[in-house]
């Protein structure tokens, strides 16, 4: 069973990285595909943070000279794939947060300008 979820993760990864690759035809286009690619670092990523056993079982015994255990090998690999997928979200959020804000000001700025002129 842990053989066939190897199989199927590795397949829905692939197919969500390069869904789109081909159609980009815009800067808009391009951002939404690489975020769609994004997003699956982010669910595999929190998916193997948050498992409860080992994946990967052909890693057993190979984590003994980091002082780790498997589980903990992979929860640490879940979070390298997590935490920068995630921190991108975020760093995208706060600048488009920032653009929307500064738009905003352009705009009461041109509106009282309007109001201002005789």
């Given at each position: 069973m842990k053989k066939i979820l190897e199989?199927?993760?590795?397949?829905?990864?692939?197919?969500?990285?390069?869904?789109?690759?081909g159609s980009i035809t815009t800067a808009?286009?391009?951002?939404?595909?690489?975020?769609?690619?994004?997003?699956?670092?982010?669910?595999?990523?929190?998916?193997?943070?948050?498992?409860?056993?080992?994946?990967?079982?052909?890693?057993?015994?190979?984590?003994?000279?980091?002082?780790?255990?498997?589980?903990?090998?992979?929860?640490?690999?879940?979070?390298?794939?997590?935490?920068?997928?995630?921190?991108?979200?975020?760093?995208?959020?706060?600048?488009?947060?920032?653009?929307?804000?500064?738009?905003?000001?352009?705009?009461?700025?041109?509106?009282?300008?309007?109001?201002?002129?005789?």
């Amino acid at each position: 069973m842990k053989k066939i979820l190897e199989i199927a993760l590795g397949i829905v990864t692939s197919v969500g990285g390069f869904l789109e690759i081909g159609s980009i035809t815009t800067a808009a286009q391009a951002g939404a595909d690489f975020s769609f690619q994004l997003i699956w670092a982010i669910v595999l990523g929190a998916l193997i943070t948050l498992a409860g056993s080992v994946w990967y079982p052909s890693y057993v015994g190979l984590t003994n000279s980091w002082g780790l255990t498997p589980l903990e090998d992979q929860q640490l690999g879940g979070l390298i794939m997590w935490i920068p997928a995630g921190l991108v979200y975020v760093i995208a959020g706060l600048a488009l947060f920032a653009g929307w804000l500064r738009e905003a000001d352009l705009r009461d700025l041109k509106r009282e300008r309007l109001e201002l002129v005789p």
